[in-house]
């Protein structure tokens, strides 16, 4: 019963992803890549305030480390600082031409933090990531590629007792996290595994 409930549960959120998924990839994509992308600071549409750093870092990290050409985030935002921009939300007063102008950049890669969720009620613990990357170009503002990376890890019990010790693995598991600094973890860097094995290289 409840191996039944815990896969009924998978499938529903598989489902709902899969309607919610809206990926785009230029039909010139790879002759307009640009040479130099700027990771901008990410919108935030959870209620995480951690999450858009978390995740910016992440996707930066693993973009500067997979080849050249992708500026550093102190980089980015002291020159974004210079134009009065220090959050993701800020960003639209500017055109993208204007800010890859300001940052020496040609590509400006784009986020949104769409999900960045732990529920814990005992009888159902989720844990759930969800990521959309933009990358256009500078020059224009022109959609080169879009994608989403997304985790969960979704724990579902009948059992009041097994519900009494699933919520206090819980309590411990996210006391632990916000005692390292290190919210969601695995679930943010499979997220960003995920959308980044489908961003576009030559």
């Not at 019963?1 to 010139?28: H, I, K, N, Q, W």
């Not at 940052?103 to 989720?126: I, T």
């Not at 959609?143 to 010790?165: C, P």
Request: hydrophobic share 45%; charged share 30%; aromatic share 6%.
């Amino acid at each position: 019963m409840e191996r039944a409930g815990v896969l009924f549960a998978a499938a529903c959120l598989s489902a709902c992803a899969a309607t919610g998924e809206v990926a785009y990839r230029s039909p010139d994509l790879l002759e307009a890549l640009p040479q130099r992308v700027a990771v901008l600071p990410f919108d935030n549409e959870s209620l995480s305030f951690d999450a858009p750093d978390v995740l910016r870092r992440m996707v930066s990290e693993r973009l500067g480390g997979a080849g050249p050409g992708v500026l550093s985030i102190s980089e980015v935002d002291e020159r974004l600082h210079e134009m009065g921009v220090t959050d993701g939300g800020q960003l639209g007063a500017f055109s993208p031409s204007e800010i890859g102008k300001a940052l020496g950049a040609d590509g400006l890669l784009y986020g949104s933090v769409e999900e960045f969720v732990y529920q814990n009620v005992g009888f159902f613990r989720k844990r759930e990531v969800r990521l959309r990357l933009r990358l256009v170009a500078a020059a224009d503002g022109v959609r080169l590629w879009q994608d989403i990376g997304e985790d969960a890890n979704i724990h579902i019990t009948l059992s009041k007792k097994d519900a009494g010790r699933s919520f206090l693995e819980g309590v411990i598991e996210q006391a632990a996290e916000k005692l390292l600094k290190i919210p969601l973890q695995k679930e943010a860097e499979r997220a960003v595994e995920d959308v980044l094995s489908k961003y576009p290289r030559r």
